[in-house]
């Protein structure tokens, strides 16, 4: 029993130091609920076996070096099927640029099966479709992400040109990466922008010339893209938080009651068919484009910063089809919608 203790241990740390490689002794230990010695003896033992885990110095965690990869455990029917699916539907066909590489794997993986578990998903996998919203195109900035991506393994700064509204022929300033974040159909890098001397999130199409250098830093302890998102909306956090309470009609009531579309999100259904929609969001500016996309439909209780932000817009639009006085449809417009 205790033989079998231990290799299931020394492959938990084979996976987990695959996984993230930034466990040190003590994490390790903590982890797996033993001594630093067991740690290191554990080590010892996997080196021993030919698996090439070495302690990195600089980084102050374990790596496994060249190679080395630990062939899957066996996979349930639900498990192979799941896996496949999104590997198929979203890496394969690139609905998420960048994720092709997943595609060869599970192609490898696949080899592996027993021959009835394949016959079974090629069979279902046919009759699934994974459909993700539409994203921006790949072309033209993959060594983007590559160069981003390394700059994060090392930790080694990047000096980098982006166009923004305000630099349209690219604003150059050193780049810390602290993370890789796809959302809202498009690829962002999150970290420090040296100009501004804050944690930025910056899209990836946008980045022009790149170029490592030599001056190192360390990503923020406990730092994580959701600590940074807060209660955003979506992916642009904001100050301050706002608790918004909003009013759907009966004809959307139910549509929209079907969708997670926040976190923070609480509904309450009432006799006429219609919802109270109430959530918390770091910042406006980009929950307010969602409640314009119901028109007449959504109405907005509080605060009253959204609700006048809301009005304003759809005065200034309403201006352009039915010739609207020049002072309402030139009124000052709200703080417009960042772009990144």
Request: hydrophobic share 40%; net charge neutral; aromatic share 8%.
């Amino acid at each position: 029993m205790k033989h079998s203790t231990d290799i299931h241990r020394l492959l938990r740390i084979i996976t987990l130091v695959q996984h993230r490689p930034d466990w040190d002794p003590d994490s390790l230990a903590s982890e797996l609920r033993i001594t630093k010695r067991t740690v290191y003896r554990d080590i010892d033992k996997l080196r021993a076996v030919g698996v090439p885990i070495e302690f990195n110095k600089k980084q102050g965690c374990y790596s496994i070096q060249g190679e080395f990869f630990l062939q899957p455990l066996q996979l349930t029917p639900e498990e192979a099927l799941a896996l496949t699916a999104m590997c198929e539907h979203v890496a394969k066909s690139e609905q998420i640029p960048f994720l092709r590489p997943a595609a060869r794997a599970i192609e490898k993986i696949r080899a592996q099966f027993p021959p009835e578990m394949e016959a079974e998903l090629a069979q279902i996998t046919d009759h699934m479709v994974i459909q993700t919203a539409p994203t921006a195109a790949a072309e033209g900035h993959a060594d983007v992400y590559e160069r981003i991506k390394g700059a994060i393994a090392s930790q080694q700064a990047l000096e980098c040109q982006y166009e923004s509204p305000r630099h349209a022929d690219g604003d150059t300033f050193i780049f810390e990466p602290y993370a890789l974040f796809y959302g809202v159909r498009a690829w962002y890098a999150i970290g420090r922008h040296g100009k501004h001397d804050q944690v930025r999130c910056l899209k990836l199409k946008r980045f022009g010339p790149m170029t490592p250098t030599d001056q190192t830093y360390s990503i923020p302890p406990g730092f994580s893209v959701r600590k940074y998102l807060r209660n955003a909306w979506a992916m642009i956090p904001g100050e301050p938080d706002f608790k918004v309470e909003l009013k759907f009609a009966s004809g959307i009531a139910e549509t929209l009651a079907d969708t997670r579309w926040h976190g923070t999100q609480e509904i309450d259904e009432h006799n006429d068919g219609s919802i109270t929609f109430r959530c918390t969001v770091s910042g406006l500016d980009e929950i307010v484009w969602w409640v314009l996309s119901f028109g007449p439909s959504c109405t907005v209780i509080a605060p009253k910063q959204l609700s006048d932000r809301v009005r304003d817009l759809a005065i200034r639009t309403a201006g352009l089809y039915t010739g609207a006085s020049a002072e309402a449809t030139n009124a000052p417009a709200a703080p417009a919608k960042r772009r990144k």
